[in-house]
DNA sequence: CTACAACTGCAATGGGTCGC
DNA sequence: GCGACCCATTGCAGTTGTAG
């Protein structure tokens, strides 16, 4: 990737440091590969695209692709210091590295509200796709202080836009047996395009969550891509009901070796 | 040559265990 | 009883490796 630099610019050179962040692929870079790849398959959104020429095991291919880079956090680092993320931030870019120029240092919870607010229709105009924007404390010892929980920094969240919903129809409700036993009930959609990928297929987890939406087979339903990736059905268009629509059970058998199907008390 | 399994990121759900 | 943590399950696009 031509955008990293192979050599870290400036007159502050830690040791050793690990330079954090995000790779994509403008929405220029990837109208242009599909371009290229005319007579092939094409790619269906640049978000896949970025993360198939990552895979690639040839890298002149991924360094043929245009990917790009934003830096947003120092990892780990030798021999210096800084004390916020706004420091670490223009330290990567005195480096040399790409960091997004959108980035905001906001005193209070309504300038960051605002901020989010601001780019809910702004971000149609910058060069790539986002989806929602990071939220992060500054300060390092409060950093420190909030810790992380499992993978989850208690100092850092994102806050989504909402995904793209689309209406289409729930052609069936099937159930697979996990490797545990579980009955877990799916979705089949008649196929529908969003934004780039087909979704048939979504995961209705358990037959509460099917109540609890109140699904009915042959509804016309909302469905959207949680984090702009995971099929979700959000909920039945009640208006567009016929009367033909059937309320769903759970078989009362395993659909694959017959034994009886039971529900454990106070159990999904 | 095609088909398919394994793996990845992404989110949302639920269950089980442990320690306080 | 709750927080923390780990695991299971689901679907799509993509690459890689292997089976047929």
Redesign the pocket.
């Known amino acids: 990737m031509r955008v990293i630099p192979q050599r870290l610019r400036g007159e502050q050179i830690p040791d050793r440091v690990e330079v954090r962040g995000e790779i994509y692929m403008s929405t220029r870079s990837f109208e242009k590969l599909n371009e290229e790849m005319k007579d092939s398959?094409?790619?269906?959104?640049p978000r896949?695209?970025a993360?198939?020429?990552l895979?690639?095991?040839?890298s002149r291919i991924t360094a043929s692709r245009h990917l790009d880079f934003f830096g947003y956090q120092i990892g780990y680092m030798q021999g210096m210091d800084f004390t916020n993320q706004w420091e670490a931030l223009q330290l990567i870019r005195e480096w040399g590295f790409p960091v997004n120029p959108h980035i905001h240092l906001a005193r209070t919870l309504d300038e960051v509200m605002d901020y989010c607010k601001k780019w809910e229709q702004e971000r149609f105009n910058l060069p790539y796709e986002i989806d929602g924007v990071v939220i992060k404390i500054s300060d390092l010892a409060q950093q420190q202080e909030l810790g992380?929980?499992?993978?989850d920094p208690r100092w850092a969240i994102?806050f989504?836009y909402p995904p793209t919903q689309v209406a289409t129809q729930l052609l069936d409700i099937r159930v697979?047996?996990?490797?545990?036993g579980?009955v877990?009930p799916?979705a089949v959609l008649e196929p529908v395009n969003i934004r780039?990928?087909?979704?048939?297929?979504?995961?209705l987890?358990?037959e509460?969550?099917v109540q609890r939406k109140d699904l009915r087979v042959g509804d016309w339903v909302l469905v959207q891509r949680?984090?702009e990736?995971?099929?979700?059905v959000v909920k039945p268009i009640v208006e567009r009901r016929t009367g033909k629509e059937q309320v769903y059970h759970l078989p009362e058998r395993c659909p694959l070796c017959d034994t009886p199907i039971i529900r454990?008390p106070d159990?999904?």
């Open positions: 398959r094409l790619f269906a959104n896949n695209a993360a198939g020429s895979r690639q095991k040839d992380t929980v499992a993978r994102a989504k697979n047996i996990g490797r545990t579980s877990n799916w780039g990928v087909t979704v048939a297929r979504a995961a987890h358990n509460g969550d949680a984090g990736v995971i099929p979700q454990i159990q999904a």
